[in-house]
């Protein structure tokens, strides 16, 4: 696919997503000449800004991120596709300014329409790009880039679906998970299915469990708003971290196409099993962080964090544990867990196998051998491990676990934003890696017997200390022998 020039029309130009990811992803594309010639890319903000105001504002966002990389040539030349447009987007004037800014000659009229902006809103602004026709395919394409969440629930994401697609057909929708930009993530599917030794093990007859973490060391910062009436659960479980379990465990697809690739997805998720409310309590584990210390920094709890209510029982931390009833995974339990305020930042895939037979090693010293892990490290080390049980060098016969290692990337080897992969997708028509609604839709089934339990017991939430993995969640396992996996490398038990 052929990326088209384009421009891209940025909602919450000014807010955080623009200021830390869209803006430096954009310029990066330009780096690499990856922009096609004439793309424009038109900021939309409240504040009274004019063209260089604008300019030095992304100037500092692009230094910010690309430190001793920035190229002062390359951004002239960036500069000169930028555009500033002020307006209050509750606002038909915002609308009427905008449309005719966009019908002068130096605007490509193939437009993406990039929400960075409060999911309350998704609604109203579509409407009013409608009412100016902007959706209108007459002169080019028309797509439309929704960040999460999407929706707090099934039936309010049902609503909002309803409501787009009163504007929008499905092709011109792009709703994005950044998880699907990240290389590590997309390596998952060539580790699969391009290596052919590990189809055959792949499945409940090898496989013992898996284990998905997200653990972040940092708290909410300025995100309280937002966060609180999220919690950990919507914010990363629902859809990072369920996408993560998707690719792990679905079928090879027939093509890397958008929607083979997504029916095997959506497979997945209608294969889970549902999790009754009255087995809430035995499968979902919460809790908040209380003061504590990170690196050796003193940091506050979260109730003591901007804009969070004093009596707050939202989770920073979650874990749940999840059945595919499908001929592959039958019985083999997926444990998932995210955070914030935990000892270390990690997103990391674990697949534990099946314990080997110890007789043939009796009357030896070899009491007990590690199981087989095939480790996926997403971030911030990429790599995939194996572990394996070797001899350890000597007279006796013990042995030791060793890992085969395949890192992501060499060292001269650049790393892509996940944002980079996808605003370029988004040029190039491709929606593989955006969600169908299908997959939005099932993911919320899977979480909303846990949200509504959880809504309605607002009275006591367990509390674990910043710097800690988490509040005790140990009767989530199966067995004695699985407890939560932390470390990429070799655990000895
Ligand atoms: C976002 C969540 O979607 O993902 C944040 O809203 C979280 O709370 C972030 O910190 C994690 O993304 P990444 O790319 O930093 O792992």
Redesign the pocket.
């Given at each position: 696919m052929k990326a088209e020039p384009c421009t891209y029309v940025i909602f919450g130009a000014t807010g955080n997503l623009s200021r830390i990811k869209l803006m430096p992803a954009l310029y990066h594309l330009d780096v690499a000449d990856r922009l096609p010639e004439g793309t424009r890319i038109l900021a939309i903000g409240r504040r009274p800004w004019d063209q260089q105001k604008w300019l030095d504002e992304v100037s500092d966002m692009v230094k910010a991120k690309a430190k001793d990389d920035f190229d002062e040539t390359i951004f002239q030349r960036f500069s000169a596709r930028l555009y500033y447009h002020q307006g209050d987007i509750s606002q038909t004037e915002c609308y009427t300014l905008l449309a005719d800014t966009l019908a002068k000659k130096e605007f490509p009229q193939n437009i993406a329409f990039y929400l960075s902006i409060s999911p309350a809103d998704f609604g109203p602004v579509m409407s009013m790009l409608s009412d100016q026709h902007l959706f209108t395919e007459d002169s080019g394409w028309r797509r439309v880039i929704i960040e999460?969440p999407f929706g707090y629930d099934l039936d309010s994401a049902e609503a909002l679906q309803k409501r787009i697609s009163h504007y929008l057909n499905e092709e011109q929708v792009y709703r994005i998970d950044?998880?699907l930009g990240?290389g590590m993530v997309q390596n998952v599917l060539v580790f699969r299915f391009a290596n052919v030794m590990l189809e055959p093990l792949w499945n409940r007859n090898y496989i013992d469990h898996i284990q998905i973490t997200?653990s972040?060391s940092?708290g909410?910062d300025s995100?309280g708003d937002y966060?609180n009436s999220?919690g950990a659960l919507r914010?990363?479980l629902q859809?990072?971290l369920l996408q993560l379990l998707t690719l792990v465990t679905m079928e090879p697809p027939v093509s890397m196409d958008a929607e083979s690739l997504r029916d095997e997805k959506v497979k997945v998720l209608k294969s889970i099993r549902p999790i009754p409310k009255e087995a809430v309590h035995a499968q979902a584990f919460r809790g908040q962080y209380a003061k504590g210390h990170i690196d050796g920094e003193k940091v506050n709890g979260y109730l003591e964090e901007t804009h969070i209510p004093p009596n707050s029982t939202t989770e920073t931390y979650a874990s749940m544990k999840l059945y595919i009833d499908n001929w592959r995974w039958r019985g083999v339990p997926i444990y998932m867990r995210t955070g914030?305020r935990l000892a270390k930042a990690q997103?990391s895939i674990s697949i534990c196998f099946r314990h080997p037979p110890l007789q043939f090693f009796r009357d030896t010293n070899v009491q007990c051998m590690n199981p087989n892990w095939v480790l996926l490290g997403i971030?911030p080390e990429e790599c995939i491990r194996i572990e394996m049980t070797v001899k350890e060098p000597g007279l006796e016969m013990s042995t030791r676990t060793s890992s085969l290692d395949a890192s992501f990337r060499n060292q001269d080897e650049k790393a892509i934003d996940?944002y980079e992969d996808l605003l370029l997708d988004v040029l190039k028509g491709d929606r593989s890696l955006f969600l169908r609604f299908d997959e939005v839709e099932y993911a919320w089934r899977i979480v909303d017997p846990i949200l509504q339990t959880w809504a309605i017991e607002r009275d006591f939430i367990a509390t674990y200390p910043a710097g800690s993995w988490g509040p005790e969640d140990s009767r989530l396992f199966d067995k004695d022998s699985q407890s939560w996996r932390s470390s990429l490398t070799p655990e000895c038990k």
């Amino acid at each position: 696919m052929k990326a088209e020039p384009c421009t891209y029309v940025i909602f919450g130009a000014t807010g955080n997503l623009s200021r830390i990811k869209l803006m430096p992803a954009l310029y990066h594309l330009d780096v690499a000449d990856r922009l096609p010639e004439g793309t424009r890319i038109l900021a939309i903000g409240r504040r009274p800004w004019d063209q260089q105001k604008w300019l030095d504002e992304v100037s500092d966002m692009v230094k910010a991120k690309a430190k001793d990389d920035f190229d002062e040539t390359i951004f002239q030349r960036f500069s000169a596709r930028l555009y500033y447009h002020q307006g209050d987007i509750s606002q038909t004037e915002c609308y009427t300014l905008l449309a005719d800014t966009l019908a002068k000659k130096e605007f490509p009229q193939n437009i993406a329409f990039y929400l960075s902006i409060s999911p309350a809103d998704f609604g109203p602004v579509m409407s009013m790009l409608s009412d100016q026709h902007l959706f209108t395919e007459d002169s080019g394409w028309r797509r439309v880039i929704i960040e999460k969440p999407f929706g707090y629930d099934l039936d309010s994401a049902e609503a909002l679906q309803k409501r787009i697609s009163h504007y929008l057909n499905e092709e011109q929708v792009y709703r994005i998970d950044h998880y699907l930009g990240k290389g590590m993530v997309q390596n998952v599917l060539v580790f699969r299915f391009a290596n052919v030794m590990l189809e055959p093990l792949w499945n409940r007859n090898y496989i013992d469990h898996i284990q998905i973490t997200h653990s972040e060391s940092i708290g909410i910062d300025s995100r309280g708003d937002y966060y609180n009436s999220a919690g950990a659960l919507r914010d990363m479980l629902q859809s990072h971290l369920l996408q993560l379990l998707t690719l792990v465990t679905m079928e090879p697809p027939v093509s890397m196409d958008a929607e083979s690739l997504r029916d095997e997805k959506v497979k997945v998720l209608k294969s889970i099993r549902p999790i009754p409310k009255e087995a809430v309590h035995a499968q979902a584990f919460r809790g908040q962080y209380a003061k504590g210390h990170i690196d050796g920094e003193k940091v506050n709890g979260y109730l003591e964090e901007t804009h969070i209510p004093p009596n707050s029982t939202t989770e920073t931390y979650a874990s749940m544990k999840l059945y595919i009833d499908n001929w592959r995974w039958r019985g083999v339990p997926i444990y998932m867990r995210t955070g914030k305020r935990l000892a270390k930042a990690q997103s990391s895939i674990s697949i534990c196998f099946r314990h080997p037979p110890l007789q043939f090693f009796r009357d030896t010293n070899v009491q007990c051998m590690n199981p087989n892990w095939v480790l996926l490290g997403i971030q911030p080390e990429e790599c995939i491990r194996i572990e394996m049980t070797v001899k350890e060098p000597g007279l006796e016969m013990s042995t030791r676990t060793s890992s085969l290692d395949a890192s992501f990337r060499n060292q001269d080897e650049k790393a892509i934003d996940a944002y980079e992969d996808l605003l370029l997708d988004v040029l190039k028509g491709d929606r593989s890696l955006f969600l169908r609604f299908d997959e939005v839709e099932y993911a919320w089934r899977i979480v909303d017997p846990i949200l509504q339990t959880w809504a309605i017991e607002r009275d006591f939430i367990a509390t674990y200390p910043a710097g800690s993995w988490g509040p005790e969640d140990s009767r989530l396992f199966d067995k004695d022998s699985q407890s939560w996996r932390s470390s990429l490398t070799p655990e000895c038990k």
